[in-house]
């Protein structure tokens, strides 16, 4: 959680590179604000001094309070917007935390979990603290060791020799960032378990908890490993380990550009996200088979001999995530016949699970930082499993340390809700299963030319949707009232109904719970009163094996207890008209693809029921994107 920023560019001011350091800093934090927006600060050197400037609440704050009390132009920065850990979301547990007399300035993203114990030593030093957070105290050891360990001398390293030896007294996870008046031209970096990139500039550099931190900037990155330091100035950008080491990074490409992080004309983010997923699921299918038909999934660099002597899957996620496991877990074990579980990540490794050389984790991940799903991943590699990261955000941690990663092309999501990446989630996990199946030799390869046809008509029939949007917007916008809306599905419908309810527990704060409709009358119907507002996710009525008339009893039985019906179903299925108040039809589709539609009428209901009560449907509150504690 919690976004940082840092800068430096030439000394001679805005006048050469046409921004400040708090331009480029508060720029970065507006977009990386999805990150944590419980306090937002800066910190600028210029003169020879440190001046910042902290609020509680979201950026807006910091901002009125940089017009009332403006800092100096400095071309040497740092920003943060938090995600509250230790100490509430109050102006003083807002970073920059300042020591060596206010010379110092830094910023944390994690938890430093050795906190209390170097506190005590730092108070029996004479040390004072203002706030009840860890950052200060790691704030105070790098203050401690730069003056009274180092002498304050700048020459030999200076402030990144002390975070050398801080980072080595250090416990947890974390991105540090500091700046330090004696070296007005420097800003210092560390990472551990917590994420951090740099950006490459002419004249200036950036760092970024993600690289929608510089944009706006450049799309030149540098992609830090585990347990490193970065020292950047305006002109150069030195790596090392903890031990002072020289170390490198890897340098890519950004190729997102400024425009598709910015909301495209939609009120919010989450609408626009929402109107972006035709597209986000045509990138995630582009290039991924050759003119025959035979899938060719050229980042997955495993060996095929190993994919194919795979006897399980373990999908690993968390929350929206977590459902896309759920649905892909139909889709693998039905195209390739290899039992696949999902595990909640923050579950999984507690509870000594069976993993072996034959067992293949797939995380999926928006963020790729996700603290919970990392941790599992490196418990499952421990244990010799092979690992497949599907993830969204290049460069990010856990597609780096997994074996092999397929990347969802869904673009930024910038709304603390996901939703594109949820589709886009599921449309890769459906890549993997096919291609599994195709190396394994568990589908003609007709077959899944076929179900690649299905798939590629997929954005086309999201986008129709979309266009008839209004039906169900109408719906969320008079249903501001509900107190508690439940959702039931069957077979693949039944992770819909859980992802339609989470949407609706975040974005409306109003009791919502999904349910597999086959186990209502097993406890939840005596929820039922009359007026209960009920979503019900009808599979097709086509084909075999269909649970269509199940479904319909289930409606059935909910409506004999006054329930009030509200029914997604196949177009066509005019048989569910008779027990629903509202129907809302999708475009007809393979059972096992339905999801990538019957999501969407969901999520726009979420979206339209808050936007009516008037809550910010971007950053909901207590929540962040990006969740990198466990
Ligand atoms: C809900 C939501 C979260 C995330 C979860 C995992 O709308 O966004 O439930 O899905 O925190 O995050 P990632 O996918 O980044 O690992």
Not at 101 to 117: C, Q, R, V
Not at 220 to 225: P, W
Not at 413 to 419: D, G, K, L, N, R
Request: aromatic residues 6%; negative net charge.
């Amino acid at each position: 959680m919690c976004g940082i920023v840092g800068y430096v560019g030439r000394t001679s001011g805005r006048a050469d590179a046409g921004h400040t350091a708090l331009d480029v800093v508060l720029e970065g934090l507006r977009r990386l604000e999805y990150r944590g927006y419980d306090s937002a600060g800066v910190a600028v050197v210029a003169d020879g001094e440190i001046s910042s400037r902290k609020k509680s609440g979201k950026l807006s704050n910091l901002l009125a309070e940089l017009d009332a009390r403006p800092l100096p132009e400095a071309m040497t920065g740092i920003g943060h917007t938090r995600w509250a850990t230790h100490g509430g979301p109050t102006d003083q547990n807002a970073h920059p935390h300042l020591s060596d007399g206010g010379k110092l300035a830094l910023i944390h993203n994690g938890i430093i979990e050795n906190f209390a114990e170097l506190k005590l030593e730092l108070v029996a030093k004479g040390v004072e603290f203002a706030s009840e957070t860890d950052t200060e105290v790691a704030a105070a050891l790098l203050g401690d060791i730069f003056r009274n360990k180092l002498g304050g001398d700048v020459s030999d390293g200076g402030l990144t020799r002390a975070m050398e030896l801080a980072c080595q007294r250090l416990e947890g996870a974390f991105t540090l960032l500091a700046v330090h008046a004696d070296q007005p031209d420097v800003v210092v970096a560390a990472r551990r378990n917590s994420p951090l990139v740099v950006g490459l500039g002419e004249g200036e550099n950036f760092l970024g908890s993600d690289v929608s931190g510089f944009i706006d900037h450049t799309r030149r990155a540098v992609e830090l490993g585990q347990d490193q330091i970065v020292t950047i100035t305006a002109d150069s950008v030195a790596i090392t380990d903890f031990f002072g080491a020289p170390a490198e990074g890897k340098e890519y490409h950004v190729n997102w550009d400024p425009e598709s992080a910015e909301k495209g004309g939609f009120p919010s983010f989450m609408e626009k996200e929402i109107h972006d997923q035709p597209d986000a699921v045509g990138q995630t299918l582009l290039g991924r088979s050759d003119i025959h038909g035979k899938l060719t999934l050229d980042e997955l660099r495993i060996d095929p001999a190993l994919l194919k002597s795979v006897d399980k899957i373990i999908v690993l996620a968390c929350g929206t995530s977590a459902y896309a496991g759920q649905v892909a877990k139909y889709a693998i074990e039905h195209w390739c016949r290899i039992p696949t579980e999902v595990e909640l990540s923050h579950e999984f490794r507690y509870r000594d699970p069976i993993v072996d050389a034959n067992t293949l984790i797939v995380s999926i991940s928006q963020s790729g930082e996700t603290m919970d799903t990392l941790m599992a991943v490196r418990y499952a590699k421990e244990q010799g499993a092979k690992t497949v990261s599907i993830c969204n955000t290049n460069g990010s941690t856990i597609p780096r340390e997994s074996d092999a990663v397929l990347y969802t092309h869904a673009g930024p999501e910038i709304a603390v809700a996901s939703t594109k990446a949820f589709l886009a989630q599921i449309t890769a996990a459906y890549l993997l299963g096919l291609y599994l199946a195709q190396l394994r030799g568990n589908k003609f390869q007709g077959e899944i030319k076929d179900i690649l046809a299905d798939l590629a008509k997929i954005p086309a029939k999201i986008q129709r949707i979309l266009d008839n949007e209004g039906q169900i917007k109408e719906l969320g916008q008079s249903m501001a009232d509900a107190k508690s809306v439940l959702f039931l599905g069957r077979h693949v419908g039944f992770p819909v109904a859980m992802e339609g309810a989470l949407k609706l527990k975040e974005l409306a704060y109003i009791h919502a719970e999904g349910f597999a409709a086959g186990e209502l009358k097993h406890g939840p119907i005596a929820l039922i009163e009359e007026g209960q507002p009920v979503f019900v996710v009808v599979p097709s009525p086509r084909g075999r094996d269909s649970l269509h008339s199940k479904v319909v009893s289930n409606i059935q039985e909910v409506r004999a207890r006054g329930a009030k019906t509200i029914v997604i179903a196949e177009e066509g299925d005019e048989a569910v008209k008779a027990y629903a108040e509202h129907v809302f039809y999708i475009p007809e589709t393979p059972t096992l693809l339905a999801p990538l539609l019957a999501t969407v009428p969901l999520q726009i209901f979420a979206l339209a029921l808050a936007t009516a009560k008037g809550y910010d449907v971007d950053q909901p509150r207590n929540l962040a994107k990006s969740v990198t504690v466990e």
